[in-house]
């Protein structure tokens, strides 16, 4: 028996990347009589067959985590794309992502993309305003190639990317794979040409040893599930702070003696990471309340 990663599934076959190769396995029956479907990304006990049999997957190890669409298992990273210009970054996006992935248990990773288009001022203020995160930080452009082999260097395991229109993610997946070639574009042009039938998700090898989800995408949690008090679990900026309020339970809106405030005062927390954050725990609130 070895052990392996399930890389692609199509029509009842399995890639299963084991033993540096690819064994194409089908699954044993007992899966569909317990419900339980394999998922790329799976990590999975397999019989590797022979030559001329394909061979089994015999048990599918613990997931760490669960994407629904598309259907992957065991993410590592999730690379979150920003472009320093055109389009405008969508900070309020990005935060819902890095808060999404922190509720999944998957290391986000900031990528600011299309520097060539934008003054390193500019830049530098983008990577302070996630500098306090501790989140890995990477500036580069796609289209130049500066920057990429840090990047793909600082992957390991299953990395997905996300991020809003526009921003670059496919030209970042064609370099990092560059046997892929995404199409990648102007949106007024690719609505025209019309969209691509559904295509599988894949997992694709780096050179550098990780492994890359072949089509962007990543559903965000609806923050609504979250109560109010939890939203600020998924700030890391705002954690060294937090027992230091004077209320347990502080939400650090309007709470005298508040640490995360002070913090903010103190240029400790970036001033848009705060207000965003504010921003979702009174729209939080406010759902509840209608709820109910
Ligand atoms: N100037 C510049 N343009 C870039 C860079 N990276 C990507 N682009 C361009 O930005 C446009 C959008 O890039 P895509 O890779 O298609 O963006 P996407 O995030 O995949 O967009 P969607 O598929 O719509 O979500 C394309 O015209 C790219 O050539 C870069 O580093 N600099
Ligand atoms: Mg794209
Ligand atoms: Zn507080």
Redesign the pocket.
Known sequence: MVTGTILKAVGGFYDVFADGRVIRCRARGKFRKDGIIPVVGDNVEIDPGSSVKEGTIENILPRRNFLGRPAVANVDNLIV?I?AA?PEPDLLLTDKLLISAEYKGIQPIIVI?????ADSGHVAALIDEYRNTGYPCHA?????N?GLEALAKSIRGITALA????????????RLCPKLQ??????SV?IQRGRHTTRHVELIMVDEGGMIIDT?GFSQLDLNELLPEQLQVYYPDFKPHIDECRFTGCMHLNEPDCAVKAALAGGEISEGRYSRYARLAKDIITNRRYDQ
């Open positions: 794309i472009a055109s993309n299309k520097i060539d288009l580069i452009s796609a289209r130049h500066i991020g809003q229109s526009g921003v670059g993610k496919s030209s970042v997946i064609n995404l199409e990648t574009g102007d949106l690719k962007p």
